[in-house]
């Protein structure tokens, strides 16, 4: 019986070895190939050190079922999202824990066409026969062994991303790249000889030790580098990424950190410009900003629970064209639904040279309009009572739902609070319409109220 703890609410995380470990892998792989009965997965694996003989044990796992498998290596998690799609393949899976701690992983996994698999569309399902039947290992009756083929999709999948720029529009810029030391330097080795961006590039070479911290940019400790290189050098801006870089964040000319929620407005701006009148994704946490813009610009805002399995079947089943969290997940109907840590700040860049705009000048006004706390998380002993007490005393006054956790709206302040589906931890996110102090206010009383320890 192996402990299906690491199975979360949209993709499997947890520690190595007691939570996920080789055996997991295996009989992952033995329950994908069966459920989805799988001719064909897409595997690959990010670059933590314990991914290669993970994703060695889910491929086996894979192949003792009967299914090939296709190895893309080291890579991103969109890469595995675009392999699957691209190469028409019955699923993919991903090894990676994205911005967890150095001793956590696990996997994302998507079926055919990348569709997620999350708790609601068969993660469940996967949990319990990988705990009912175990690691027990050898090829499944009447099944040939599958075959590993190794596959370089590189190539198709940075020319799909430079199909979302118009290269007669760019303009030199000076750009901080910073990947943390995790996988996005690849990438962009891959695409800067197509682009007239002067690149000064720092944590560039991939290390699953982490020796600058885990790659996690919403952490203010981990901005600081960044910051530096891009008030030392003079830079048009700065990005950067996430461990397996599906997620990117920005840093204006002057080196100011820019909050997710404005960068999903202004992308929101950029393809209502391209796309008039579509349909525009946006999650619950912080919405004012991106609603007022949507709605100015003539498009329609669909609003859709937080993370990323939620998000892209929202965005399938009403067919938008661009959605957007404020953690900095960007989903585009162009690449499969998917998100992508790359597409972002390329459009944004394109943005940048054909308004002759700085970055800071795109936002700084949507900024004073919508103030924000930025997404504040704290450890609580029982998440459940904090959710209670927060609507014990606001829900009441307010315009409450419960669609992501709590959110409860003014006229003129908002705030969502809600348990994460990937940390033990309570989020909280507070917005005025254009009034800083009251942000101060309210923001204190809340965290006085859900009480706990800074996460």
Same mark, same amino acid.
């Given at each position: 019986m192996l402990n299906n703890k690491a199975f979360k609410a949209y993709d499997i995380r947890g520690?190595?070895?007691?939570?996920?470990?080789?055996? $997991?892998?295996?009989?992952?792989?033995?329950?994908?190939?069966?459920?989805?009965?799988?001719?064909?997965? +897409? +595997?690959?694996?990010?670059?933590?050190?314990?991914?290669?003989?993970?994703?060695?044990?889910?491929?086996?796992?894979?192949?003792?079922?009967?299914?090939?498998?296709?190895?893309?290596?080291?890579?991103?998690?969109?890469? #595995?999202?675009?392999?699957?799609?691209?190469?028409?393949?019955?699923?993919?899976?991903?090894?990676?824990?994205?911005?967890?701690?150095?001793?956590?992983?696990?996997?994302?996994? +998507?079926?055919?066409?990348?569709? =997620?698999?999350?708790?609601?569309?068969? !993660? $469940?399902d996967l949990a319990k026969m990988v705990a009912s039947t175990g690691s027990e290992r050898g090829l499944t009756a009447n099944k040939k062994r599958g075959v590993v083929k190794n596959a370089d999709i590189m190539p198709e999948y940075t020319t799909h991303l430079l199909s979302y #720029?118009?290269?007669?529009?760019?303009?030199? !810029?000076?750009?901080?790249?910073?990947?943390?030391?995790?996988?996005?330097?690849?990438?962009?080795?891959?695409?800067?000889?197509? !682009?007239?961006?002067?690149? +000064?590039?720092?944590?560039?070479? =991939?290390?699953?030790?982490?020796?600058?911290? #885990? =790659?996690?940019?919403?952490?203010?400790?981990n901005r600081e580098a960044t910051e530096r290189v891009v008030k030392a050098n003079a830079a048009d801006l700065g990005i950067a990424w996430d461990g397996d870089f599906d997620r990117c964040f920005l840093f204006d000319e002057r080196a100011a950190f820019i909050e997710g929620y404005y960068i999903v407005g202004l992308l929101a701006e950029i393809f209502l410009a391209k796309y008039p009148g579509e349909k525009i994704m946006y999650d619950p946490r912080l919405t004012w900003n991106t609603l007022e813009t949507v709605e100015r610009l003539g498009g329609e805002p669909v609003r859709c629970k937080s993370g990323h399995a939620f998000m892209k079947e929202c965005m399938r089943a009403n067919n938008i064209v661009y959605g957007g969290e404020m953690s900095a997940h960007h989903y585009f109907r162009e690449f499969s639904y998917c998100d992508s840590g790359m597409i972002p700040w390329l459009?944004?860049?394109?943005?940048?040279?054909?308004?002759?705009?700085?970055?800071?000048?795109?936002?700084?006004?949507?900024?004073e309009m919508f103030p924000c706390s930025g997404e504040i998380n704290r450890k609580v002993a029982d998440s459940a009572a904090v959710l209670k007490?927060?609507?014990?005393?606001?829900?009441?006054?307010?315009s409450a739902d419960y669609l992501d956790g709590l959110s409860v709206e003014y006229a003129d302040w908002r705030f969502n609070v809600r348990v994460s589906n990937t940390e033990p931890v309570v989020r909280l996110n507070v917005e005025t319409r254009a009034d800083k102090e009251l942000l101060k206010e309210k923001t204190a009383a809340l965290l006085e109220l859900i009480g706990g320890e800074e996460a």
């Open positions: 520690v190595v070895p007691g939570e996920v470990n080789e055996d $997991l892998a295996y009989a992952l792989g033995r329950a994908f190939a069966e459920k989805y009965e799988a001719k064909e997965v +897409v +595997v690959g694996r990010d670059i933590r050190l314990t991914g290669e003989k993970l994703l060695f044990a889910l491929s086996e796992g894979l192949r003792d079922s009967g299914t090939d498998v296709i190895d893309i290596g080291q890579c991103g998690t969109e890469m #595995v999202y675009f392999a699957t799609a691209s190469l028409k393949t019955d699923g993919g899976i991903m090894v990676t824990a994205s911005h967890n701690p150095a001793d956590y992983n696990g996997m994302k996994l +998507v079926s055919r066409g990348a569709r =997620p698999i999350s708790a609601e569309t068969g !993660l $469940l #720029v118009d290269p007669e529009l760019l303009k030199p !810029l000076k750009i901080v790249a910073n990947p943390g030391n995790g996988g996005a330097g690849e990438v962009l080795a891959h695409l800067e000889g197509a !682009l007239p961006f002067s690149f +000064v590039k720092i944590n560039q070479q =991939p290390d699953g030790s982490f020796p600058n911290g #885990v =790659p996690n940019p919403l952490l203010i400790k459009m944004l860049t394109e943005h940048i040279c054909k308004t002759n705009r700085t970055l800071s000048s795109l936002v700084e006004e949507r900024m007490r927060t609507a014990d005393k606001y829900a009441a006054d307010g």
